[in-house]
């Protein structure tokens, strides 16, 4: 990633939402001018790389097995497609007619970091371990190679960087006295009196579980008196393979196959007397097999075939909990590997994790066909892709229990949990789905060189979109006013495939998606010294299988069900007053399976299409000294049709509604709770200005420097679309504004130098000469952030509202340190926003603090042999020990609100 962040326009998304925990470790996000966090192609030696049920990457070999790494932000060739970001390419390397082998080793270990600015004094036991080397030569001279490298990271590492809110002692025994907020008897409407919950109204589960598992508050100096600060290990294992082998028939014709295999691990954890440590395990199988073949039939004409087989497998795994059950929650169903979670609003969260396995496969076949006439290079190719998802996955199969402060209750989240009156309840029975995918594609492209000092492209990109389908019918959708004759129980308005009308992916085919591009480059002066260039394309975004999800997981084979809390449920008696369908057999379903209302549904809309971005650039560079280039670029796209999640019966506000009244105020109630459709109504905006400055080696010096000024817009930043994203389901447009990741300013700064040193003695110049400094410098602009309410006072049953602001929320930056932390933002310029209100503070509407750091290399190489070297090499990450710090809190009805309580190592 830190490669890819070199090149201007590209920006780290550290909050990006393109993983899951079925993505191999390592993936991250970015962005490459304006795109979405999920929407880089990355390929391997000419095929895909992406992990298709994110769009994330797959993991990359080490640097010293790749022979090529480029990143293409303004690649308008029509040969690239199915996402509309950056092109991320990669190539092995191969071996030659001489054996030329390398190992290596790296050690970090915590004896040499500087202390984390919230966890001063506390030793975070890094021991990270990377090791490996490469080894490649001929097998028969001039004709068949074999290159091979391994890499191993083993990595033990306590982070204590982990806080939350907890009750303290004389909470857990129901007294609030002197606390924010006054607390109300749920079976009077009256205060408590002296704001003290009576010990006998205590829920016996709440009061096991704070007991037993939740350890009491241990704020460090400057934390509200409520923090608990932990840690859990971040353990892990990852081991890479690589096998490359080389074949020329002759001159005119070479093939060669490449075996990839990455594994990693990290095992669960749980420390018995801290629930919040819990961490479930994790394995990860990523194998890769790809063949090149590339033949010149002619001098004018090139054909290269690619077919690449890309695997990943991935289980999650936890300890082994005790069920609801065992704990006092009688009447809910658990299955063989129970879950724990309860999540109370603005104070902790306990989820001790799903079991799952998350198995993908993709095959594909990549053919190009490059013929040169005259001035005329016309390139032509196909690309098809056969791709896999297989889920099985507990995923909300044991309940989850949500206490929120707009409960009908006490009007506080802790104290609702201690009474065990829970704002919500829902339950499914997992995720089994088996999702198939057919990706086709196929371009047309011409490079004219015109005359000596001008090129022109032109290119034509067919992208259809054929949706995924699941193998047993699964993909179910709402069309509002049809009834279904596959399930005859289900509402009017859901369809499943097998129903007239309604195709096997929730949407139809889109055949007739051409996107076309177009550039030219120009020699201004005539010297090749000074160019202009600019280029259009438009891409469409090709969508990730975990959006799927919702689709496959619906009634009658996908139960999801929900009780609101209300007078007569709790902890003790969860369904009182709601349906129980549980346990549920979603494997052999009848045409007339009960179906549970209210009904819970998702659905993809009948005009779904995948996004589509138009990019455009116009760049200007000059060579301003020997070997040194300045680039000035103007980059720019804007996003039409983009997925975003709408809700389509949201509750309507009356005056007096509560939370517990939410599917009594939907439109379509009994039939309907919440309606989630993903829709393409989502849109973007970008423009930027990019000035490079690149220096070639020479003279013992290189350096890339970029600085981009920005600003990217949109309406929704998520990735997955795999649930409602928009705060407002009446008004799109209420969320427009910053990007999740708009960064403003960025400036990235790279070196390589020599450093000078020439000694007559050979001791001192066998020791003192031949050293290189590298370094990379960072700095950029904080990250926009949104203050929301943290209650639903609009009532719709969306949640996730704005808060109300009413002052200045900005607050001196000349404060001390200490200040800041406590209080990044005017916290008193915010309330809650008004009932039946969606708040006014709008998206993005703050900024977090800058971030900034250098990273520096110090290397030597010595000459141990004619024909063996050894490299020395010292790294330092953030050599300055600057304290990058994290996100501010931006919930208004959390404890911590306003407080930044974490540092920043991502960017």
């Known amino acids: 990633t830190q490669l890819m962040t070199l090149v201007a326009g590209v920006i780290p998304d550290a909050r990006a939402d393109v993983t899951s925990g079925a993505t191999y470790p390592g993936a991250s996000g970015i962005t490459a001018n304006g795109a979405r966090a999920n929407s880089t192609n990355y390929i391997m030696d000419g095929g895909s790389n992406n992990d298709h049920y994110s769009n994330a990457s797959n993991p990359m070999p080490n640097p010293d097995a790749l022979q090529e790494f480029s990143v293409q932000t303004n690649s308008f060739s029509?040969?690239?497609?199915?996402?509309?970001?950056?092109?991320?390419?990669?190539?092995?390397?191969?071996?030659?007619?001489?054996?030329?082998?390398?190992?290596?080793?790296?050690?970090?270990?915590?004896?040499?970091?500087?202390?984390?600015?919230?966890?001063?004094?506390?030793?975070?036991?890094?021991?990270?371990?990377?090791?490996?080397?490469?080894?490649?030569?001929?097998?028969?001279?001039?004709?068949?190679?074999?290159?091979?490298?391994?890499?191993?990271?083993?990595?033990?590492?306590?982070?204590?960087?982990?806080?939350?809110?907890?009750?303290?002692?004389?909470?857990?025994?129901?007294?609030?006295?002197?606390?924010?907020?006054?607390?109300?008897?749920?079976?009077?409407?009256?205060?408590?009196?002296?704001?003290?919950?009576?010990?006998?109204?205590?829920?016996?589960?709440?009061?096991?579980?704070?007991?037993?598992?939740?350890?009491?508050?241990?704020?460090?100096?400057?934390?509200?008196?409520?923090?608990?600060?932990?840690?859990?290990?971040?353990?892990?294992?990852?081991?890479?393979?690589?096998?490359?082998?080389?074949?020329?028939?002759?001159?005119?014709?070479?093939?060669?196959?490449?075996?990839?295999?990455?594994?990693?691990?990290?095992?669960?954890?749980?420390?018995?007397?801290?629930?919040?440590?819990?961490?479930?395990?994790?394995t990860w199988d990523n194998q890769i097999i790809s063949v090149n073949d590339t033949w010149v039939v002619s001098p004018a004409l090139v054909n290269n075939l690619v077919v690449t087989y890309n695997r990943t497998?991935?289980?999650?795994?936890?300890?082994?909990?005790?069920?609801?059950?065992?704990?006092?929650?009688?009447?809910?169903y658990n299955d063989a590997t129970p879950q724990w979670f309860f999540n109370v609003g603005g104070w902790f969260g306990i989820n001790t994790g799903d079991t799952n396995k998350f198995n993908r496969d993709e095959y594909q076949v990549v053919n190009t066909l490059r013929w040169t006439r005259n001035r005329h290079e016309i390139a032509t190719g196909i690309d098809y892709s056969y791709g896999k998802g297989d889920i099985i996955n507990n995923f909300r199969a044991n309940g989850r229990y949500t206490f929120n402060n707009a409960a009908p209750f006490t009007g506080d989240a802790l104290a609702d949990f201690l009474l065990g009156k829970f704002q919500s309840f829902e339950q499914g029975v997992g995720e089994y789905k088996n999702t198939r995918f057919h990706y086709l594609a196929a371009f047309v492209e011409d490079t004219w060189r015109f005359n000596q000092r001008l090129t022109l492209t032109m290119g034509l990109r067919w992208d259809p979109n054929v949706p995924y389908t699941d193998v047993n019918g699964r993909l179910a959708g709402y069309r509002p006013g049809q009834e279904s004759q596959v399930y005859t129980n289900a509402p009017v308005?859901?369809?499943?495939?097998?129903?007239?009308?309604?195709?096997?992916?929730?949407?139809?085919?889109?055949?007739?998606?051409?996107?076309?591009?177009?550039?030219?480059?120009?020699?201004?002066?005539?010297?090749?010294?000074?160019?202009?260039?600019?280029?259009?394309?438009?891409?469409y975004d090709k969508p990730n299988s975990i959006t799927t999800n919702s689709a496959a997981t619906q009634g009658p084979f996908g139960t999801v069900a929900r009780a609101d809390g209300n007078a007569a449920n709790s902890l003790r008696n969860t369904w009182a007053g709601s349906t129980n369908p549980f346990p549920v057999d979603i494997f052999n379903v009848p045409a007339d399976a009960r179906v549970v209302l209210p009904f819970n549904a998702f659905s993809y809309a009948a005009n779904m299409r995948p996004g589509k971005m138009h990019s455009w650039h116009v760049t200007g560079e000059r060579?301003?000294?020997?070997?040194?280039?300045?680039?000035?670029?103007?980059?720019?796209?804007?996003?039409?049709?983009?997925?975003?999640?709408?809700?389509?019966?949201?509750?309507?506000?009356?005056?007096?509604?509560?939370?517990?009244?939410?599917?009594?105020?939907?439109?379509?109630?009994?039939?309907?709770?919440?309606?989630?459709?993903?829709?393409?109504?989502?849109?973007?905006?970008?423009?930027?200005?990019?000035?490079?400055?690149?220096?070639?080696?020479?003279?013992?010096?290189?350096?890339?420097?970029?600085?981009?000024?920005?600003?990217?817009?949109?309406?929704?930043?998520?990735?997955?679309?795999?649930?409602?994203?928009?705060?407002?389901?009446?008004?799109?447009?209420?969320?427009?504004?910053?990007?999740?990741?708009?960064?403003?300013?960025?400036?990235?700064?790279?070196?390589?130098?020599?450093?000078?040193?020439?000694?007559?003695?050979?001791?001192?110049?066998?020791?003192?000469?031949?050293?290189?400094?590298?370094?990379?410098?960072?700095?950029?602009?904080?990250?926009?952030?949104?203050?929301?309410?943290?209650?639903?006072?609009?009532?719709?049953?969306?949640?996730?509202?704005?808060?109300?602001?009413s002052g200045d929320p900005i607050l001196s930056s000349d404060r001390p340190t200490s200040?800041?932390?406590?209080?990044?933002?005017?916290?008193?310029?915010?309330?809650?926003?008004?009932?039946?209100?969606?708040?006014?503070a709008g998206r993005n509407s703050l900024r977090g603090p800058d971030y900034q750091t250098l990273d520096l290399g110090l290397h030597k190489t010595f000459s141990l042999s004619g024909r063996v070297r050894t490299q020395f090499r010292l790294e330092a990450f953030n050599a300055l020990n600057h304290a990058n710090f994290g996100l501010p809190v931006g919930n208004r009805s959390s404890g911590n609100f306003g407080r930044i309580t974490a540092a920043n190592v991502a960017g």
Do not use: C
Request: glycine share 12%.
């Open 78 to 282: 029509a040969q690239y497609g199915r996402n509309a970001g950056a092109i991320v390419n990669a190539v092995t390397r191969s071996g030659t007619n001489g054996f030329r082998g390398l190992g290596f080793g790296y050690v970090r270990d915590s004896s040499m970091n500087a202390n984390n600015f919230f966890t001063p004094g506390i030793d975070d036991g890094l021991s990270r371990k990377q090791f490996g080397g490469t080894f490649g030569g001929p097998i028969v001279k001039n004709r068949t190679f074999f290159f091979g490298s391994y890499q191993g990271t083993l990595q033990e590492q306590r982070p204590a960087d982990l806080a939350t809110l907890v009750p303290t002692a004389a909470q857990r025994q129901g007294n609030f006295a002197g606390y924010t907020r006054t607390l109300r008897d749920p079976l009077t409407g009256q205060p408590f009196a002296g704001n003290i919950i009576p010990a006998n109204r205590i829920d016996p589960t709440a009061a096991l579980i704070l007991a037993q598992y939740l350890p009491l508050p241990n704020p460090n100096a400057g934390d509200p008196l409520n923090t608990l600060r932990y840690s859990r290990p971040a353990n892990s294992d990852d081991h890479q393979y690589l096998l490359r082998m080389d074949h020329s028939f002759n001159n005119n014709h070479r093939i060669y196959g490449r075996y990839w295999r990455s594994k990693a691990a990290v095992p669960e954890y749980l420390d018995a007397s801290n629930v919040l440590t819990s961490s479930f395990g994790r």
């Open 313 to 332: 497998y991935n289980d999650n795994f936890q300890v082994q909990s005790p069920s609801y059950a065992d704990i006092g929650i009688p009447g809910v």
């Open 493 to 539: 308005g859901m369809l499943y495939p097998g129903d007239a009308g309604f195709p096997d992916g929730g949407y139809d085919s889109s055949w007739g998606l051409f996107a076309p591009r177009a550039g030219f480059a120009y020699d201004v002066t005539g010297d090749g010294k000074t160019s202009l260039r600019a280029g259009y394309g438009l891409f």
């Open 623 to 805: 060579e301003i000294f020997s070997a040194t280039m300045l680039r000035v670029a103007y980059a720019g796209s804007r996003g039409d049709g983009l997925t975003i999640g709408v809700e389509l019966n949201p509750a309507i506000y009356v005056e007096g509604a509560t939370t517990a009244t939410t599917n009594q105020r939907r439109p379509l109630f009994p039939n309907y709770g919440n309606i989630t459709s993903i829709e393409p109504r989502g849109k973007s905006t970008y423009h930027s200005l990019q000035v490079t400055v690149d220096k070639r080696l020479s003279g013992g010096l290189s350096v890339l420097s970029n600085y981009t000024l920005s600003k990217s817009m949109d309406n929704t930043s998520a990735n997955k679309q795999n649930g409602t994203t928009s705060v407002n389901p009446f008004d799109l447009s209420y969320d427009w504004g910053p990007a999740n990741a708009d960064r403003r300013h960025r400036w990235v700064t790279s070196l390589l130098w020599e450093v000078p040193g020439q000694f007559d003695n050979p001791v001192l110049g066998a020791v003192l000469s031949g050293w290189n400094l590298t370094g990379i410098f960072t700095i950029m602009s904080g990250q926009p952030f949104t203050v929301t309410s943290g209650v639903d006072n609009a009532r719709s049953g969306t949640g996730g509202q704005y808060a109300d602001q």
């Open 819 to 840: 200040e800041r932390l406590a209080q990044w933002f005017n916290t008193s310029a915010f309330t809650v926003n008004a009932p039946g209100t969606f708040g006014n």
